[in-house]
């Protein structure tokens, strides 16, 4: 007859429970493992979609501050252009520049043919009225500010466009010149910082301005590097 011992009941169920263990922490492991692993391939997908809209971000956002600084270099360009048609030259001073828009007046022109022209090519210049150069820059802007206009958009602090002007040689004529710029650290502050050393880069290796300007204080014109693009 077989005897069953007190020291064979207590052991069978203590090796039950130590499997039992074994095989939930053995579970437990595996899911700790795919949760992990779980983590590192949603962290590796966020990397990769980061890394592509990076530049596309940033791109849009230069292309929305640009739209803005282009706006104010216009409204330079339209106002030196005046300045120039009343003095013969252009002003590096936006104190004279602005003041100039505050208080003077433009003539409104009304082109007709010579009647006493047989050849019908010279016309006649009738002055009908004036309008203030104020005016004739702000258009339907209702929220125009002429005070605003040194001052480049984005910029922090608050920075004044770069203005210069005088005169160059050509067949020993003095052609009046001036230029308007700002640089891509000035406007595109708060932005990714090695993209913007790399859009200057960019520039700079194909002797192009880093930047917004319009003007030119080597050549005769008033087309902004915008319009050359």
Known sequence: MRYITEKSLTLRPIGRVKLENHTVMKKGLNILINILLLAVVVLLAWQVVKSIQAPIKFNNEQKARETQVVERLIDIRNAEVLYKN?????????????????????????????????????????????????DSLAGKRENFNISEMRYVPFSNPQQKFELEAGFIKRNGIDIPVFEARTPYEVYLVGLDQQRILNAKAEKESINRYAGMKVGSMEEASTDGNWEKL
């Open 86 to 134: 009343a003095n013969s030259k252009y002003t590096a001073s936006f104190d004279t520049l602005i003041d100039f828009c505050q208080t003077a007046e433009i003539p409104i022109v009304n082109i007709i043919p010579d009647p006493t022209d047989t050849t019908f090519t010279r016309t006649i210049n009738d002055t009908i009225g004036f309008v203030k150069v104020m």
